[in-house]
């Protein structure tokens, strides 16, 4: 209750300060707004608490002050303007989202419902998606309760988390008001689904030149996937793959539908043979925006900053309100999501250029611009920096995964793009050819953000870049989409139109059906009932800030479900987050072959105490010879804990 309460608060307040800030945007928009706002606000105030006390419900509540405050500031700063009321405009937009932004909201939160943690027979079941991602984003939340920031890694301990953090520590507050882990993650990412959809699908009406232009913007947005379905169904009366060989031909007809929906990473959007077809274009909803809670954040935060900085500048509207909002908004996203910080600042430039060529007023700019640098710096210098200086980060590469390891390009340039992207990239390129300033300038913003991402890595993972690429062809389908209902209006004298609009949804918008088709059915456990049974122990029975020699596979009870520190956690992240993990993996291998001969292994990593299961096994991990050595504290359904003595 305590935390439904508090979420309640901040949305109230969210609701109540774009009313207050912008009373003439039109309802629809007002309060989507303030609902991100109101989850913007979520995020950083209690994280702010949290720099001078630790992580706890106290801090929740004190954070609810300064948001009473920012509330009485937002009436303070309000304008004489009466706010908009309900109006036809309105009615045609909400019937818009219930027709497209509805289904895919409901799509959205079933996913997070059975991708995250979903009980089945006393054991916890994820997705395909978030098969990967999940155990650290879990650990994250978990361990930041209690603690003050700035916080280390719990799977690195001793490294500043330098992480864009905010998204799981939102998890925090409300595991902190008493929420279960489950509800603490798939809620808040279920209501960041519910405003990301109708989000763009708004953003769109207000850029695009009719509604129907900005439904196809939206579907080519949520539904990408370009050509890889035709490898799919390429010869489909032969059996040309088998199992990790050509697996996207295995079997025949139906059975290709088959592997596609049943097999691991083998949908014709992203596949896991990337040097076999060079299928890289994820779907976003699949691949992005179900799995990676700092994506989903990011994206929550970036959609209402890009229809607050594009609708000032098609209505050329100076409204201080609007812009410094912007701003702020702009400002908190390193930590949200530092991919979609870039993004923003990036096309924010490319549009401040093109607004000085032209020698328009520059005030409103200088207001968004000032305001988010100065709210972004700290973060940047004191977090993103910090971790971005590591090796691996900011390197020159060409061509983005078409190039592997710099050894050359798989596909040709355009081919690559052409065949990943589909339909919807011709039409941005034929929407050049009208005289549509407008459009130009968005893909101006566009360009700006596909040049760097195309020639540098921004992080050691190469696939990373999407991150930027999709923020781009959020900007790139509007015109798309613009030209489409063009062409379609040119063509009412051909009779075949119908036809013709079947046809091309078919091609375009397959791959991404499919995508989102397998990520639906997809089911894997993750953690079991002895993994939870384990992790009820150490709960109860352990300090928070003790410490754990473990393995390091992905998915780890003891980091991901208490909230503890393990000495190391897997390459599968902290390799690329830019950290290198050789020294401490390569002596807990040594202390579990050889426990007697390196016993002072978990004193020198400062553990408390030495798990033995499966994954410890594996290393070597003999359960006679660490009970010479240390005491059993748990010893039930194939996992042994062992406590370090003191000293």
Same mark, same amino acid.
């Given at each position: 209750?305590?935390?439904?309460?508090? %979420?309640?608060?901040?949305?109230?307040?969210?609701?109540?300060?774009?009313?207050?800030?912008?009373?003439?945007? /039109?309802?629809?928009?007002?309060?989507?707004?303030?609902?991100?706002?109101?989850?913007?606000?979520?995020?950083?105030?209690?994280?702010?608490?949290?720099?001078?006390?630790?992580?706890?419900?106290?801090?929740?509540?004190?954070?609810?002050?300064?948001?009473?405050? %920012?509330?009485?500031?937002?009436?303070?700063?309000?304008?004489?303007?009466?706010?908009?009321? !309900?109006?036809?405009?309105?009615?045609?937009?909400?019937?818009?989202?219930?027709?497209?932004?509805?289904?895919?909201?409901?799509?959205?939160?079933?996913?997070?419902?059975?991708?995250?943690?979903?009980?089945?027979?006393?054991?916890?079941?994820?997705?395909?998606?978030?098969?990967?991602?999940?155990?650290?984003?879990?650990?994250?939340?978990?361990?930041?309760?209690?603690?003050?920031?700035?916080?280390?890694?719990?799977?690195?301990?001793?490294?500043?988390?330098?992480?864009?953090? #905010?998204?799981?520590?939102?998890?925090?507050?409300?595991?902190?008001?008493?929420?279960? +882990?489950?509800?603490?993650?798939?809620?808040?990412?279920?209501?960041?689904?519910?405003?990301?959809?109708?989000?763009?699908?708004?953003?769109?009406?207000?850029?695009?030149?009719?509604?129907?232009?900005?439904?196809?913007?939206?579907?080519?947005?949520?539904?990408?996937?370009?050509?890889?379905?035709?490898?799919?169904?390429?010869?489909?009366?032969?059996?040309?793959?088998?199992?990790?060989?050509?697996?996207?031909?295995?079997?025949?007809?139906?059975?290709?539908?088959?592997?596609?929906?049943?097999?691991?990473?083998?949908?014709?959007?992203?596949?896991?043979?990337?040097?076999?077809?060079?299928?890289?274009?994820?779907?976003?909803?699949?691949?992005?925006?179900?799995?990676?809670?700092?994506?989903?954040?990011?994206?929550?935060?970036?959609?209402?900053?890009?229809?607050?900085?594009?609708?000032?500048?098609?209505? *050329?509207?100076?409204?201080?309100?609007?812009?410094?909002?912007?701003?702020?908004?702009?400002?908190?996203?390193?930590?949200?999501?530092?991919?979609?910080?870039?993004? +923003?600042?990036?096309?924010?430039?490319?549009?401040?250029?093109?607004?000085?060529?032209?020698?328009?007023?520059?005030?409103?700019?200088?207001?968004?611009?000032?305001?988010?640098?100065?709210?972004?710096?700290?973060?940047?210098?004191?977090?993103?920096?910090?971790?971005?200086?590591?090796?691996?980060?900011?390197?020159?590469?060409?061509?983005?995964?078409?190039?592997?390891?710099?050894?050359?390009?798989?596909?040709?340039?355009?081919?690559?793009?052409?065949?990943?992207?589909?339909?919807?990239?011709?039409?941005?390129?034929?929407?050049?050819?009208?005289?549509?300033?407008?459009?130009?300038?968005?893909?101006?913003?566009?360009? !700006?953000?596909?040049?760097?991402?195309?020639?540098?890595?921004?992080?050691?993972?190469?696939?990373?870049?999407?991150?930027?690429?999709?923020?781009?062809?959020?900007?790139?389908?509007?015109?798309?989409?613009?030209?489409?209902?063009?062409?379609?209006?040119?063509?009412?004298?051909?009779?075949?139109?119908?036809?013709?609009?079947?046809?091309?949804?078919?091609?375009?918008?397959?791959?991404?059906?499919?995508?989102?088709?397998?990520?639906?059915?997809?089911?894997?456990?993750?953690?079991?009932?002895?993994? +939870?049974?384990?992790?009820?122990?150490?709960?109860?029975?352990?300090? /928070?800030?003790?410490?754990?020699?473990?393995?390091?596979?992905?998915?780890?009870?003891?980091?991901?479900?208490?909230?503890?520190?393990?000495?190391?956690?897997?390459?599968?992240?902290?390799?690329?987050?830019? !950290?290198?993990?050789? *020294?401490?993996?390569?002596?807990?291998?040594? !202390?579990?072959?050889?426990?007697?001969?390196?016993?002072?292994?978990?004193?020198?990593?400062?553990?408390?105490?030495?798990?033995?299961?499966?994954?410890?096994?594996?290393?070597?991990?003999?359960?006679?010879?660490?009970?010479?050595?240390?005491?059993?504290?748990?010893?039930?359904?194939?996992?042994? #804990?062992?406590?370090?003595?003191?000293?």
């Amino acid at each position: 209750m305590n935390g439904a309460i508090f %979420l309640t608060l901040y949305l109230l307040a969210g609701l109540w300060t774009v009313r207050c800030l912008l009373p003439r945007q /039109r309802v629809i928009a007002r309060i989507w707004l303030g609902l991100s706002l109101g989850v913007f606000l979520i995020m950083w105030l209690p994280a702010l608490v949290a720099f001078l006390r630790p992580y706890d419900a106290a801090a929740q509540w004190l954070s609810v002050a300064a948001l009473a405050a %920012l509330s009485g500031a937002a009436f303070l700063l309000k304008p004489s303007a009466q706010p908009e009321r !309900f109006s036809d405009e309105d009615r045609k937009d909400l019937r818009l989202l219930l027709l497209f932004a509805l289904p895919m909201c409901l799509l959205g939160m079933y996913l997070q419902y059975t991708h995250v943690l979903r009980p089945v027979d006393g054991a916890l079941h994820v997705g395909q998606a978030t098969y990967g991602d999940l155990p650290l984003h879990l650990a994250i939340a978990t361990s930041l309760e209690g603690k003050a920031l700035p916080a280390v890694y719990s799977i690195l301990p001793g490294t500043r988390l330098g992480y864009p953090f #905010l998204a799981d520590s939102l998890a925090t507050s409300f595991l902190a008001l008493g929420w279960s +882990l489950r509800d603490a993650m798939v809620i808040p990412a279920a209501l960041m689904m519910a405003l990301v959809f109708p989000g763009y699908l708004i953003l769109a009406r207000r850029a695009c030149a009719s509604r129907h232009a900005a439904a196809l913007a939206f579907l080519f947005v949520f539904l990408n996937g370009g050509f890889g379905f035709l490898y799919a169904f390429d010869m489909a009366g032969v059996d040309l793959g088998a199992l990790g060989q050509n697996q996207l031909q295995q079997g025949t007809w139906l059975g290709r539908v088959a592997n596609i929906l049943n097999g691991w990473y083998q949908t014709p959007a992203n596949h896991a043979e990337f040097s076999t077809y060079n299928l890289r274009w994820s779907n976003i909803v699949a691949d992005m925006l179900v799995p990676q809670r700092t994506f989903l954040a990011g994206w929550m935060v970036l959609l209402p900053c890009l229809y607050l900085v594009m609708g000032g500048m098609k209505s *050329e509207d100076r409204d201080t309100r609007r812009w410094a909002l912007a701003g702020v908004m702009a400002g908190g996203l390193p930590l949200v999501h530092t991919h979609s910080f870039l993004a +923003l600042a990036i096309c924010s430039a490319a549009w401040f250029i093109h607004t000085l060529i032209r020698k328009k007023r520059l005030s409103h700019w200088l207001l968004y611009g000032v305001t988010a640098f100065l709210l972004a710096l700290p973060q940047v210098v004191f977090f993103t920096f910090r971790q971005s200086g590591q090796e691996g980060f900011l390197r020159f590469h060409f061509n983005w995964v078409n190039n592997l390891g710099g050894a050359g390009l798989q596909d040709g340039y355009l081919w690559f793009y052409l065949k990943n992207v589909g339909l919807p990239l011709l039409l941005v390129i034929f929407s050049l050819f009208e005289r549509n300033p407008w459009h130009k300038r968005l893909l101006l913003g566009a360009l !700006f953000i596909f040049i760097p991402a195309e020639m540098v890595l921004f992080q050691p993972n190469a696939y990373d870049n999407n991150k930027l690429f999709y923020a781009a062809w959020a900007l790139a389908a509007i015109p798309a989409a613009d030209y489409a209902v063009l062409s379609w209006n040119r063509l009412k004298a051909v009779h075949a139109r119908p036809l013709m609009a079947v046809l091309a949804a078919g091609v375009m918008f397959t791959t991404g059906t499919l995508a989102i088709a397998r990520e639906a059915v997809s089911d894997y456990p993750m953690f079991s009932r002895e993994d +939870l049974a384990l992790a009820d122990f150490v709960k109860e029975n352990t300090p /928070r800030d003790s410490r754990f020699v473990t393995g390091f596979q992905h998915i780890n009870p003891i980091s991901s479900l208490t909230g503890r520190e393990i000495v190391v956690g897997p390459d599968l992240w902290l390799y690329y987050h830019g !950290f290198d993990t050789e *020294e401490r993996q390569s002596a807990l291998r040594a !202390f579990f072959q050889s426990p007697e001969a390196y016993a002072d292994v978990p004193i020198r990593y400062g553990a408390d105490y030495i798990l033995l299961g499966h994954e410890e096994r594996m290393l070597g991990g003999n359960k006679e010879a660490l009970d010479r050595l240390f005491d059993v504290v748990y010893d039930e359904n194939g996992y042994t #804990l062992f406590r370090v003595p003191e000293g």
